[in-house]
């Protein structure tokens, strides 16, 4: 039915003309050359420069006088020069090209006698943006600069989406969301969020670093894959000609919050956010090589609340009294081994985030444009992890670090006049560690005494659950290792425009884990005495560890993520376009050795391999009622998929 159906689109394709244009994390410029009887004129020279840069590129008109310029760096002002034997130059210029931009210049030249100068038109950026409707959320950069955004984390602006709830979009799973930078993943292959999502870090990449940011919610292009409910993507600054920069600081001083908490008790820890850094932009050799780098850093404080009872009302909360807190911690301390510092209160929590960027964009000639750019994240959140019980004594709070980084090149290639291609090359590295807090040094169990009872100052009976010890998740790490090509060659002739792709990502993953490697003591109460009673007699109820069956935890495997795809673009009717095309992706997953003595004796194989094959055809119809790019009605369909969760 699928060949069918493609086989009918195609044969559809050949017999009709002109461009619908594809969506991408850059923009394009289109039009149609014609003389002074609106006759097309074919083989035209149209240049196209962007004055802030020195970027340009070339190409001619087609048989029917029409020209295309496909990804297009953003920016501007943008000119567009159209010259011709015979006739006068013709020049439009003053135009800016925004995220997913089509810009549509239509030039009409008049011979060279009637002495023409250049003409400047300033486009409007909402009819540039028309394809766009419906599609996507956009966010520009003068807009993400006058909103609040919590954290200055690019990727809380998703909310601003009316299909995002949370991490999802469209009512689908959190991990069907994609995340791109520059049109390629950043998204952590562990925890399938963004790249510092497992740890909750402030930030992935510096919000002063991203020019523009989309959050794509119904686009049937094939190019966007990997995505079963939408993809957030951002594109990032570069430089131009003329050197500028900025120097930040946002700052949550102490003494703007109330001394006191929550519940009118004095605070006697820091409550503070400080967040500061600078960009700088300007040319290495005018419009030719062009830099841009940015840091970014913050400090954060705030206290770390552990059973702090200062009254009645924090008894009923944690359930528990402060002379049966000190009763337990004098036994944790003579029988176990517990500091003799502070385990429960109110403590100083401070956690530093940095993340550094830079670019460099390479104007190599009138064919081909170099950009190299690296971002990297730092982050440090000791006593950011908090266990599963209901009260964690001080020594059972474990640290976090995350440490990312992402170099991507891409390679933009004009052909010829009919044939572009950009090349993008990545290589994304994710770390993650947990370790002991420092009390502890290195791994210990864990021991969780339940059903301690107090009774509290109104004369009622309660009961709750402490641990000591270390944290089950303490000795845990990931990292992963992320390889990625991406190709996308356009092709244009006079009746269809086409798109070829190819994705490939390789991930390679270094994961270890172990929720209860150390062990873990329980203390409850038992016929004899209470769990209080058998905490103090070193007496535990029950003893439980995961034992590993290896000697070495550490897992080491292999994912390949690939996809090919195409694409025809065409229109069907005045103001009608159409879009239609088929992606196909194919996911290999590790797979586990056989166990034969499981399936000896319960039937059971645990050497299942693990593959997705999906084939995901997409069509789009786009239909400019007057063709004034001011009403618009967009149908589509088709299949999207996403990757499954390399949690191996």
């Avoid at 959320?137 to 998703?158: D, H, W, Y």
């Avoid at 474990?398 to 950009?422: F, H, P």
């Avoid at 004369?459 to 990292?479: K, L, M, P, V, W």
């Avoid at 935890?553 to 065409?570: C, E, H, K, P, R």
Wanted: hydrophobic letters at 35%; glycine letters at 8%; a positive charge.
């Amino acid at each position: 039915m699928v060949r069918n159906l493609l086989f009918t689109i195609l044969l559809f394709c050949f017999c009709i003309n002109n461009p619908l244009l594809a969506q991408t994390t850059q923009a394009s410029i289109t039009g149609t050359v014609s003389d002074e009887t609106k006759k097309p004129i074919p083989g035209a020279s149209v240049q196209v420069k962007n004055t802030s840069t020195g970027f340009t590129t070339r190409t001619s008109t087609d048989s029917k006088g029409n020209f295309l310029f496909k990804e297009l760096p953003l920016g501007g002002p943008y000119s567009v020069k159209v010259s011709f034997m015979g006739y006068g130059d013709q020049t439009r210029s003053g135009n800016m090209l925004n995220f997913g931009d089509v810009l549509k210049v239509n030039v009409e030249m008049q011979e060279a006698s009637q002495n023409l100068q250049s003409v400047e038109v300033n486009a409007s950026g909402l009819k540039n943006k028309v394809k766009n409707f419906g599609a996507s959320t956009e966010i520009s950069a003068k807009t993400m600069n006058q909103l609040p955004v919590n954290g200055r984390n690019f990727t809380n602006l998703m909310d601003l989406s009316p299909l995002s709830r949370g991490s999802g979009i469209a009512g689908q799973l959190a991990s069907s969301t994609n995340y791109t930078i520059d049109g390629m993943s950043a998204k952590n292959p562990t925890s399938s969020g963004s790249t510092t999502s497992r740890s909750g870090a402030p930030y992935s990449i510096s919000i002063e670093a991203v020019r523009e940011f989309k959050v794509v919610t119904n686009q049937y292009d094939v190019t966007f894959g990997r995505s079963g409910g939408g993809s957030v993507t951002a594109v990032t600054k570069s430089g131009t000609n003329t050197v500028s920069g900025s120097a930040f600081g946002y700052g949550r001083a102490d003494w703007l919050a109330s001394p006191y908490d929550i519940r009118g008790i004095k605070r006697d820890n820091d409550f503070s956010t400080y967040q500061y850094g600078f960009t700088l932009g300007g040319p290495i050799i005018k419009d030719k090589l062009h830099y841009f780098v940015g840091l970014d850093h913050q400090k954060d404080s705030r206290p770390l609340i552990i059973a702090d009872i200062n009254g009645a009302a924090d008894e009923a909360r944690f359930r528990i009294t402060n002379d049966t807190l000190a009763k337990f911690l004098n036994i944790a301390r003579s029988k176990y081994g517990v500091a003799n510092s502070p385990q429960y209160g109110s403590f100083g929590k401070k956690r530093g985030s940095d993340a550094a960027f830079a670019r460099i964009d390479w104007q190599i000639n009138d064919m081909h444009l170099l950009t190299v750019r690296d971002n990297y994240t730092n982050d440090r959140n000791p006593l950011g992890l908090a266990d599963n019980t209901a009260i964690n004594f001080y020594e059972s709070y474990g640290n976090d670090k995350n440490v990312d980084n992402s170099l991507l090149a891409t390679l933009r290639s004009t052909i010829n006049s009919k044939v572009t291609n950009e090349l993008k090359v990545q290589h994304l590295y994710t770390f993650q560690a947990s370790t002991q807090n420092d009390q502890l040094g290195f791994a210990i169990p864990r021991a969780v005494v339940g059903n301690i009872t107090s009774v509290l100052s109104d004369g009622s009976s309660a009961a709750t659950a402490i641990q000591i010890g270390g944290h089950r998740f303490g000795q845990e790490g990931f990292t992963n290792n992320v390889f990625q090509l991406v190709d996308n060659l356009y092709y244009n002739t006079d009746k269809i425009r086409y798109t070829f792709g190819l994705d490939v990502m390789y991930t390679r993953a270094k994961s270890l884990y172990g929720s209860e490697v150390n062990g873990r003591f329980e203390y409850t109460n038992s016929t004899t005495a209470s769990s209080l009673k058998n905490f103090d007699n070193l007496v535990p109820n029950r003893f439980y560890r995961e034992v590993p069956l290896v000697d070495d935890l550490t897992v080491n495997a292999g994912i390949w993520n690939t996809a090919l795809y195409g694409q025809m673009q065409t229109k069907l009717a005045k103001g009608l376009d159409f879009t239609g095309g088929l992606r196909v992706d194919y996911s290999s997953y590790p797979t586990s050795p056989l166990n034969q003595q499981l399936l000896d004796q319960v039937g059971v194989r645990t050497d299942h391999k693990l593959k997705q094959f999906l084939i995901q055809p997409r069509v789009q119809f786009d239909w400019d009622i007057n063709e004034n790019r001011t009403d618009f009605l967009r149908f589509g369909a088709g299949i999207f998929g996403s990757d499954v969760n390399n949690y191996v």
